[in-house]
C-alpha cells in the first residue's frame, strides 16, 4: 500500500518542491560570493573555465531571495528573464497537475526546443566573449 501511495502523481513534483524550498533556506544562509560556502560548483566553469548558461544562476538566486533584483539580473540576465519564469510555469502545472492527480509531461515543439537551446548556446558564447 505505501509503495501504491508514493505513485501517487502529486508526490514528485511536492518533493521537488520541499527539496526547492530546503535548498533556498540554505541559500538564504549562505552568501554564495564568500568563500567556502557549501554550495556545489558548476562542473562546465571547474573543467573549462568558461561559463556556462546557467553560471551565475546560484548567486541570481541569492539575490532574488533577498529581493535584490538588480543584483540578480548582473549575476545571470538570461536566467532571470527568461528561466525563471519558465521554470516556475513548469514547476506550477507540474504541481497543479499532479494534485489533480494526473502525470505531467510537458511536451515542446520543435521550434520551442531550438529556441531554448539556441538561446542557451547563443547566451554563453555570448557571456564569454564579453568579459
Ligand atoms: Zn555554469
Known sequence: MAARRFRHPAVPPLAALAAGLAGAV???HTDPH???ALLPRCPV???TGLDCPACGGTRMAYHL???DVPAAFQDNALL???GVPLGAWLGARWLWEG???RRYRPRFARWQAALVVGGAVAWAVFRNLAQ
Open 45 to 47: 566553469n571547474w573543467a
Open 80 to 82: 532571470l528573464v527568461a
Open 34 to 36: 564568500e568563500g567556502g
Open 65 to 67: 531571495l533577498h529581493a
Open 99 to 101: 494534485l489533480r492527480g
Open 26 to 28: 540554505h541559500l538564504w
